[in-house]
């Protein structure tokens, strides 16, 4: 199964390779011993300590294998090397919506950096689509699900 490629700063790809060194180095071992440790008292079939300690390894096998796939098709882009002229991927776009006049500041991120508490919005997200490629001045038109929503583009930085 192929994943697109995600689009994440240094910072947050050090952070995902420092999660997965856990998992794998402290989360599993803790796994299997809690597995050894269930299996040793007794039948095995009717044991819900060992089959919970199955399933939280199952659990963390997968997430393992999630964000190592996560890894492997992630992007590191650079902010140095920005182009600030069009709304692109980890920009900061100053936008105003037409019909309420309301001014907000978003960045463009990758879905695994997505945060709307923070202003972060994902490049994929209906919002984060219509704006990618928009110059400043620009107005653009993003479909919600009450309808076309026009935003103007007021400023573009990094």
């Not at 997968?62 to 796939?69: H, S, T």
């Not at 991927?89 to 463009?108: C, D, E, G, S």
Request: hydrophobic share 40%; aromatic share 4%; net charge positive.
């Amino acid at each position: 199964m192929s994943e697109a490629t995600m689009y994440v700063t240094k910072e947050t790809f050090e952070k995902m390779r420092e999660e997965l060194q856990r998992m794998k180095g402290v989360d599993r071992p803790a796994a299997s011993k809690a597995i050894a440790e269930a299996r040793e008292k007794g039948d095995l079939k009717e044991n819900a300590e060992y089959d919970a300690a199955k399933e939280a390894q199952g659990m963390l096998e997968a997430k393992i294998k999630q964000l190592e796939g996560a890894i492997a098709n992630a992007k590191i882009v650079d902010t140095s090397a920005i182009d600030t002229s069009k709304v692109t991927i980890l920009t900061k776009v100053t936008i105003t919506n037409v019909a309420t006049k309301k001014t907000v500041t978003y960045q463009i991120v990758g879905e695994k950096e997505a945060d709307l508490k923070l202003n972060k919005i994902s490049a994929g997200s209906p919002i984060g689509k219509g704006l990618m490629g928009k110059a400043k001045g620009e107005v653009a038109e993003v479909q919600a699900p009450n309808g076309i929503l026009k935003f103007r583009i007021e400023d573009i930085t990094v």
